[in-house]
C-alpha cells in the first residue's frame, strides 16, 4: 500500500474511480444489503472536497440506486456499467438506445417466472439493464436457470443490441457498447491531466483496469486472492480499500499532495503490494 499511496500523494491532480460492491462495501447475499459502514459517507464527502480531486463511483447500480445509499453531494456517478451517468447536482443521463429499454421491459415478466425468490434468485429489473442474482441459489438449479435465462434474451431482443455479462454470482443483460472502461474514459477526458486511480473487485472492472493503464493510471484489484487481471495493485478488501482512503485523506488534508509526502507510518498485511 506504501508505494500506491506514495505515487497518489505526488500526484497534483487526481482522479479516484470506486466501484461500489465488493470494493466500498462487502459483497452481501441479496442487493438491498450492501449499505455503507460507519462513516464511509462522510469520507467520501471529504474525499470529493479534495482541492485537486474528484471522486466517481463507477458501479453496476443504478445511479437512483447511487444516490441513496451514497448521498454525497461532490460525486461523479456512473450506473448500469456505464448506461447511466450524472455529475454532481445534475440529471441522469441515458445512453442506451430506447428501443432496447422497451424491448427489456417486455421481458422482464418471462424472466420473472424463472428467478423464484424460494429458489435463492433474485430478479433485478435496472430500466437499462437486467439481472439474475443466484447467490443463495443452489449451483445446479443456478446452471439451469441461467441457461434459460440466455436462451430466453436471445429469443426476445434484437440481435446486436444487448450484451450478456457475467459477474459474481450474476448475469446481466445491459446494452451493446457499454462498459466501465467507456465510462472511465469519457470521465477522465473531463478532467485532463489527473491521475487516475480505479479500485474494483469484479470482472466487470477489467474495463475499466485496462483504460486506466492505457490513460497512464493505476488500477487497484480489490480481492482477497490473486487472480489474471490488469490491475497493477492489489487489495484484500473493501477494509483495505477504505484504509487506502482513509490515509490519503490525511496526507491530502494535513500534509497537501501534489508530491509533499506521506506521513511515517508502517501497515503490514497481504494484498497490499503489486501484482504487474
Wanted: net charge positive; hydrophobic share 40%.
Amino acid at each position: 500500500m506504501e508505494d500506491l499511496l506514495a505515487r497518489a500523494a505526488a500526484a497534483e491532480r487526481g482522479y479516484l474511480l470506486l466501484d461500489y460492491d465488493g470494493t466500498l462495501v462487502p459483497i452481501a447475499a441479496r442487493p438491498d444489503l450492501a449499505r455503507p459502514g460507519p462513516g464511509l459517507i462522510e469520507l467520501l464527502a471529504r474525499l470529493a472536497g479534495m482541492p485537486g480531486w474528484r471522486v466517481a463511483v463507477v458501479s453496476g447500480r443504478t445511479v437512483e440506486d447511487l444516490r441513496r445509499l451514497l448521498p454525497v453531494a461532490g460525486l461523479y456517478l456512473v450506473g448500469v456499467h456505464g448506461a447511466e451517468r450524472a455529475a454532481p447536482g445534475e440529471e441522469v443521463e441515458r445512453v442506451c438506445d430506447p428501443a432496447f429499454r422497451e424491448a427489456l421491459r417486455r421481458l422482464v415478466g418471462a424472466a420473472d417466472e424463472l428467478a423464484r425468490p424460494e429458489e435463492g434468485f433474485v430478479l433485478e429489473d435496472k430500466g437499462a439493464a437486467l439481472a439474475l442474482h443466484y447467490r443463495q441459489a443452489a449451483p445446479s438449479r443456478a446452471a439451469e436457470v441461467g441457461r434459460r435465462f440466455a436462451r430466453l434474451a436471445r429469443a426476445r431482443l434484437p440481435a446486436g443490441t444487448w450484451r450478456l455479462l457475467a459477474g459474481k454470482k450474476v448475469l446481466e443483460i445491459r446494452p451493446a457498447g457499454t462498459d466501465k472502461g467507456r465510462a472511465v474514459a469519457g470521465l477522465l477526458a473531463g478532467y485532463p491531466g489527473a491521475l487516475a486511480l480505479y479500485f474494483g473487485d469484479d470482472v466487470t472492472d477489467e474495463d475499466a483496469f485496462r483504460t486506466v493503464r492505457r490513460l497512464g493510471g493505476i488500477g487497484v484489484l480489490v480481492s482477497p486472492v490473486a487472480r489474471p487481471t490488469s490491475a497493477r495493485y492489489r487489495l484484500d478488501g473493501p477494509s483495505r480499500v477504505r484504509e487506502f482512503l482513509e490515509r490519503l485523506l490525511v496526507s491530502c488534508t494535513e500534509m497537501g499532495c501534489g508530491g509533499r509526502g506521506l506521513p511515517t507510518q508502517e501497515h503490514k498485511g497481504r494484498g497490499d503490494g503489486r501484482v504487474g
